[in-house]
């Protein structure tokens, strides 16, 4: 059980440079997230999907865009990185049961550097 | 939105001795959970403990929704308890199912031997 999956692990770009973090989930969680971590500001919400199909705006969703198309993938997108963008990005995946109530799990991160 | 506020920010301590962290939440939440994040970057979770006390061999917490708070008792600290612990608390949105996770800033804490 891989539980949540995100690649690449490491990644360096050039200002301008597009590219797309991936996120897939094997635990059948309707609800998956992506969050920044900087210095000192915790995590941060970018965006959500409360299930398939569906995406919502996080705290901080400029720059960036996201895409839901089945239920275990939940990819985020830098059209055109900035240097703002440098930061380690975690995707996570959101369970709902009687013992676990609402559990929140995460992958274990992308450091995206841009210059 | 909701704030969630973590003290103290930096914690220094000797091996085999007791710390306790608190968080504090502004609002109502569904759901409070600890996380620790280790010195490579993982985040696990501690406990899902949206009140009440619950205990897992050296680690405790506490949360009293109704006063908004929720404490993180480490006992006996080890060198391998180091890193930040963060809490976060799970909010519904509009929309069924809708839910986020703030997070507080962050304990950093460091074990020393």
């Known amino acids: 059980n891989a539980g949540v999956t995100q690649t690449p692990k490491f990644q360096v770009l050039k200002t301008g440079q597009s590219m797309t973090l991936q996120c897939a989930q094997d635990m059948n969680h309707n609800s998956m997230y992506w969050y920044r971590q900087d210095p000192g500001m915790g995590l941060r919400l970018i965006y959500y999907?409360?299930?398939?199909?569906?995406?919502d705006k996080g705290e901080v969703p400029n720059g960036y865009n996201v895409s839901r198309l089945n239920k275990r993938e939940f990819s985020l997108r830098l059209e055109s990185a900035a240097p703002s963008q440098t930061s380690v990005y975690f995707c996570a995946s959101r369970v709902t049961s009687f013992f676990l109530g609402n559990t929140i799990y995460f992958g274990e991160g992308s450091w995206l550097t841009v210059v | 939105g909701i704030q969630v506020e973590q003290s103290p920010p930096d914690l220094i301590l000797q091996e085999g001795a007791n710390s306790t962290l608190r968080c504090n939440f502004s609002d109502s939440v569904n759901n409070l959970q600890w996380f620790h994040q280790n010195p490579w970057g993982q985040l696990i979770n501690l406990f899902y403990?949206?009140?009440g006390t619950k205990q897992n061999g050296r680690l405790s917490a506490t949360t009293v929704a109704t006063e908004r708070y929720s404490l993180l008792y480490i006992s006996s600290s080890q060198t391998t308890d180091s890193g930040v612990y963060f809490c976060?608390?799970?909010?519904?949105?509009?929309?069924?199912?809708?839910?986020?996770?703030?997070f507080g800033k962050g304990t950093k804490l460091s074990v020393i031997p």
């Open positions: 999907s409360a299930s398939e199909g569906t995406t």
């Open positions: 976060a608390a799970l909010v519904q949105y509009s929309g069924a199912g809708s839910y986020q996770l703030t």
């Open positions: 403990i949206p009140s």
